[in-house]
């Protein structure tokens, strides 16, 4: 909470800006050189930033469709775009996330760029993803915080997350989800609906 409070300065009602990069180079969707791709995000934090966001999220959301074997393309474009961001918005607080379930990834970029914090997917318990099988990766992913002396770019992880099937924890609720997350030591835990753009259920925030 400490934490999470010294880098927004309250703890509620935090709103974020999320920047969806245009495709990648050697994603199926690209079509734009890193230059413009670069440009178009700096532009698209700054129409946030005017309209007085709390932070910003960088995310490959167009990467389309998304894989786990993310290649070193992808790593060092996002780690370029998001300094590019901060140098762009250097007085917002600034994250990353790096699709499918790049953590360590996107950890890297944000150490490397500057940025403040992650977005993390499948920190615990595991998913049926519309991308495959995503298992719990707290204890690599934190390991690997420690090893590369980024300890304060702060974790926030997706609990029951978006797009993806939960039988295999129906008996884990969301409240439960978010305290595993606690206790494995996340910094902070996004609750989403089932789909980008479908909001948040009211009773689960509560």
């Not at 997706?158 to 910094?187: C, G, N």
Request: hydrophobic share 50%; glycine share 8%; net charge negative.
């Amino acid at each position: 909470m400490q934490k999470f409070l010294q880098l927004f300065g309250r703890l509620k009602s935090v709103v974020l800006g999320m920047v969806h990069v245009r495709a990648l180079p050697g994603s199926p969707c690209n079509t734009l050189p890193l230059a413009q791709i670069i440009e178009e995000a700096c532009g698209e934090a700054e129409m946030y930033r005017a309209a007085g966001v709390d932070g910003l999220i960088v995310e490959n959301m167009h990467d389309r469709p998304y894989t786990f074997d993310v290649g070193a393309e992808v790593t060092a474009a996002m780690a370029v775009i998001c300094a590019s961001v901060k140098q762009a918005s250097p007085t917002l607080p600034i994250g990353v996330q790096i699709l499918c379930a790049a953590n360590q990834q996107a950890l890297a970029v944000a150490l490397a760029s500057g940025v403040d914090f992650i977005r993390v997917e499948a920190f615990v318990f595991s998913h049926v993803a519309d991308e495959g099988i995503l298992n719990a990766c707290a204890g690599n992913l934190l390991r690997y915080r420690k090893q590369i002396g980024a300890e304060h770019i702060q974790v926030f992880a997706d609990i029951k997350k978006k797009h993806s099937a939960h039988t295999l924890t129906a008996d884990v609720t969301v409240a439960d989800t978010a305290k595993a997350a606690e206790f494995f030591l996340a910094d902070g835990v996004v609750l989403t609906g089932t789909a980008t753009g479908s909001e948040a259920d009211p009773k689960e925030l509560e």
